[in-house]
């Protein structure tokens, strides 16, 4: 079935350091791929999506781009603040998005 | 931006007590929704779809007696944890939209001691 595989955290990195969260996918079809951030006391919110292969989503200085060869859909951030500090989720969708399957979520700690 | 309010935050209750939990739409209207469970260094899994006017269609292996789910408005659908036990405490998150752009509640801690 359709499933999203996810790095483990907990991630712990110092500020302006590079980060990195590898995700992977399998899916019979051509699925949509996102990154959803939840901040500490706050529900999740989408941070990027990427709709067909090789499409790059960006946001906030993050980006992820959507390699159909690999089906790898990684998180990237040049340099981190304390304010990333947050769980990332990767995440698939194969119809109109109305159904997602989830990663198991990497927590990032960024600290000064 | 689109606005999820799911209520309560956390909860704790008794085994063998039933627990409701809401999801509102505040600014916009919601004819699908989603629950979703998450359980300790687990991925977050869709439990039912939540369709308004209509049954849910709840995922393999999902009780549909234990986990009651009422979407009987545009904005609001709600979750039932029936004569809850320990082995339902997690994390209960719901989500609506439409298309790609869907919002997702803060979600529900709920504890059954």
């Known amino acids: 079935g359709d499933s999203v595989t996810q790095m483990e955290g907990p991630v712990t990195l110092s500020e302006e350091a590079f980060l990195t969260i590898n995700c992977t996918y399998t899916?019979?079809?051509?699925?949509?791929l996102f990154w959803y951030v939840q901040y500490p006391g706050e529900g999740l919110q989408l941070l990027l999506k990427?709709?067909?292969?090789?499409d790059k989503g960006s946001n906030k200085g993050f980006e992820a781009t959507y390699r159909k060869e690999t089906t790898s859909f990684h998180l990237e951030k040049g340099s981190v603040q304390v304010s990333d500090s947050a769980v990332y989720f990767c995440?698939?969708?194969?119809?109109?998005?109305?159904?997602?399957?989830f990663g198991t979520g990497t927590s990032l700690t960024v600290i000064p | 931006g689109a606005v999820v309010s799911q209520h309560p935050s956390w909860v704790i209750c008794k085994s063998g007590t039933s627990v409701k939990i809401e999801c509102r739409s505040l600014?916009?209207?919601?004819?699908?929704m989603f629950w979703y469970r998450q359980f300790p260094k687990q991925s977050l899994m869709l439990m039912a779809t939540?369709?308004?006017?209509?049954?849910?269609?709840?995922e393999q292996g999902v009780e549909k007696d234990k986990f009651l789910i009422n979407h009987a408005s545009l904005t609001l659908s709600t979750l039932t944890v029936t004569s809850a036990h320990p082995e339902d405490s997690s994390f209960y998150i719901c989500?609506?939209?439409?298309?790609?752009?869907?919002?997702f509640g803060s979600g529900t801690r709920l504890t059954v001691v």
């Open positions: 995440a698939l969708s194969m119809n109109t998005g109305n159904q997602f399957y």
């Open positions: 989500s609506a939209g439409t298309g790609f752009n869907y919002t």
């Open positions: 600014d916009f209207q919601a004819t699908t």
């Open positions: 899916a019979t079809g051509y699925p949509s």
């Open positions: 939540s369709n308004e006017g209509s049954k849910a269609t709840y």
């Open positions: 990427a709709t067909k292969a090789d």
